[in-house]
């Protein structure tokens, strides 16, 4: 038989095992916490911009980090509430940012793509900004809601003198029904007054 030489010995084909399959990210607690029947809390809701939020017009805002304020300290005490309600909160890396975001409108995946991305003016605002928007609205209407009351107010008559005595006040009845007799004589300090009158109560030609 021939001679086997070394190039002529192919080595037996090994099975390739199948490549592991990526793990899945488990999800941080927080976000495993979105949406699971919470309720957002009334003080939340009374903050004119967080029902923007809620609206998702925008799906997200933000605000700097270390930023303090009534609104932003009302909503970072009801967060685990929030979270469960449906709303959560991100670190973005872009800038030195806190996100809070509505999960029905955009997904944290999205958010952290945009983020990473450069774009996070894109897809979230800052909370200053809607702040800033809905003060004003509150302004404006105030202000017409107070028109229209001044308008709509009656007029409140101021203090009167205490009544004349009885005799008095039928002397001034006889004296004014006299007067506001068209062409009747007058009598009195001002002769002619129930002429001006009636005068007056004549439409304007």
Known sequence: MPDILPTDIVPATQPVAAAPAPAEEAPD????????DGEIPEE???????NALLEGKPGAIYAAQGEKSPELETIMKNSKELIKA???FYKADSKPVNVMFN?????????AQADSEGRLDEVATPFSEVKASYDQLISEDQAKAGKTAAAAAPTVPGPSAPPPPASVQNKLATARTDNLTPGAPTSGPSPGQG??????????V
Request: proline share 8%.
């Open 86 to 88: 449906g709303f959560g």
């Open 29 to 36: 607690e927080l976000t495993s916490l979105i949406g699971q």
């Open 195 to 204: 002429r001006i009158l009636n005068s007056l109560r004549k439409p304007v």
């Open 103 to 111: 999960a029905l409108t955009i997904t944290p995946q999205e958010l």
């Open 44 to 50: 939340v809701l009374r903050i004119p911009a967080f």
